[in-house]
């Protein structure tokens, strides 16, 4: 039987620290199978997309294979959440990764018609927001409810955010060497292996919830459960809008490096300083701020994320430009304290399709926001585009914010919590 303890002021209490997450072995089975599934969809996206190009010769069926990526996240988040809750998570996560398996080997075939290459990146990305949403609902039971949960979150978004960076450098490098087909043929190996991580490193644990209606039903029921929910409700609009207006420089980064004569090394500077702001603010604000001081940032520096922008009315040049996107990408940091508040007031059994829904909605806003910015461009210059996502950005964010607080989003300052050990810690 576990001793249980408890701490006075969580104010008082510094932050655990990245390492005491990786202390945990199952955790860290989901970083060894997170890394490797990563970064095989990164090489395999621009693979593909080479592949795809190579076939037709066509720039628009090239583009869109890279932008199937995003679109079907809702789709899959919306119909296909319950799964995360009806059955035990470490199934739903192996099944996942053996579909996705299945679907590359289909697309490694020669012969494959492009139709079909495009059906099978749909499919893949349709259960990507499952396989996400049912794995943070998973890091709770794994790491419990408390800061563990909070930082372990925060190591796999840091890992997503790098991957990216590093994974299309990987990509190109890969692809002067071996075939496209070659390349996706490396992501069914990590597939692969990242179902063997999770079953073999994870405990079996029961389902969150038996529902006995049909799955899709069940799956809208837990979304109309979210939504009518004022304080969760805010919080999932408070993940979701400023991240909506946060891509718009990214997606015009190259006209932009155009508009202020910059070559082609500072486009990949342009593409690259959000990131590295947002990768330094989160691990700094993990590992330095306390738990109750993260929860006590989320609203007002979600408020304030995305004033930098305001400065491109000035059309800076190429230094100001990133030194901007790095100050930004650091206004990210505040989602730690915002997953602080989701795991608190989501109810349990409701958790999967929660997270689910946020996470498909997470990449469907930045989707859109990609291509609102895009045809915004048509019919203003690049630097008004960025400057009025940064005004209609902050004003909508301050409204949520007034919205949050009224709501009552952050939870009671006194919350019972689990850590990774078992252990009740109270947080006030």
Do not use: N
């Not at 576990?2 to 104010?11: G, K, Y």
């Not at 029921?221 to 909506?244: E, N």
């Not at 100050?327 to 689910?356: C, H, I, K, N, S």
């Not at 990609?370 to 996502?389: D, I, N, S």
């Amino acid at each position: 039987m576990s001793t249980t303890t408890r701490a006075t002021e969580t104010e008082a209490t510094p932050p655990q620290g990245y390492a005491a997450v990786f202390r945990v072995r199952e955790f860290r089975a989901v970083f060894a199978a997170h890394l490797l599934s990563l970064l095989g969809v990164v090489v395999a996206e621009i693979a593909l997309t080479v592949l795809v190009y190579e076939l037709t010769k066509s720039p628009l069926l090239s583009a869109l294979t890279f932008a199937l990526g995003m679109l079907p996240y809702l789709v899959g988040g919306t119909l296909f959440a319950g799964v995360a809750d009806r059955y035990p998570a470490r199934r739903v996560l192996v099944v996942c990764d053996l579909i996705c398996a299945a679907c590359v080997a289909v697309m490694i075939v020669p012969g494959t018609p492009v139709a079909a290459l495009l059906a099978l990146r749909i499919m893949i990305a349709a259960i990507a927001p499952v396989f996400t949403g049912t794995r943070m609902a998973a890091l709770t039971d794994i790491l419990g409810e408390g800061d563990l949960y909070v930082l372990g979150r925060s190591i796999l978004r840091i890992v997503s955010q790098s991957a990216q960076l590093a994974g299309f450098g990987v990509g190109g490098v890969l692809l002067t060497v071996v075939s496209p087909r070659g390349a996706i043929t490396l992501t069914l190996g990590t597939f692969l292996a990242s179902a063997l991580l999770l079953r073999f490193g994870t405990k079996a644990r029961p389902a969150r919830a038996h529902g006995g209606a049909a799955l899709m039903r069940e799956s809208l029921s837990g979304a109309r459960k979210v939504f009518a929910d004022r304080r969760i409700r805010a919080q999932v609009l408070l993940f979701w809008v400023p991240t909506m207006f946060v891509v718009a420089p990214e997606a015009l980064a190259a006209p932009y490096a155009e508009h202020i004569g910059a070559g082609p090394a500072a486009l990949g500077l342009l593409m690259c300083a959000m990131p590295v702001g947002h990768i330094a603010a989160e691990v700094w604000v993990g590992a330095r701020l306390s738990p109750r001081t993260r929860s006590r940032i989320v609203l007002p520096v979600a408020g304030a994320s995305l004033l930098p922008f305001l400065a491109y009315a000035a059309e800076p040049g190429l230094g100001l430009s990133v030194l901007l996107l790095v100050l930004a990408g650091a206004g990210g940091a505040y989602v730690l304290g915002l997953d602080q508040w989701f795991v608190a007031t989501v109810p349990e059994e409701l958790r999967g399709r929660a997270m689910t829904l946020m996470t498909a909605g997470l990449m469907t806003v930045q989707g859109a926001g990609m291509a609102l910015a895009g045809l915004a461009a048509e019919f203003w210059p690049v630097h008004q585009v960025v400057t009025g996502a940064g005004v209609i950005g902050t004003l909508l964010s301050l409204l949520l914010v007034r919205e949050a607080h009224r709501a009552g989003a952050r939870p009671a300052e006194r919350t019972e919590l689990r850590d990774g050990t078992g252990h009740d810690v109270t947080a006030r």
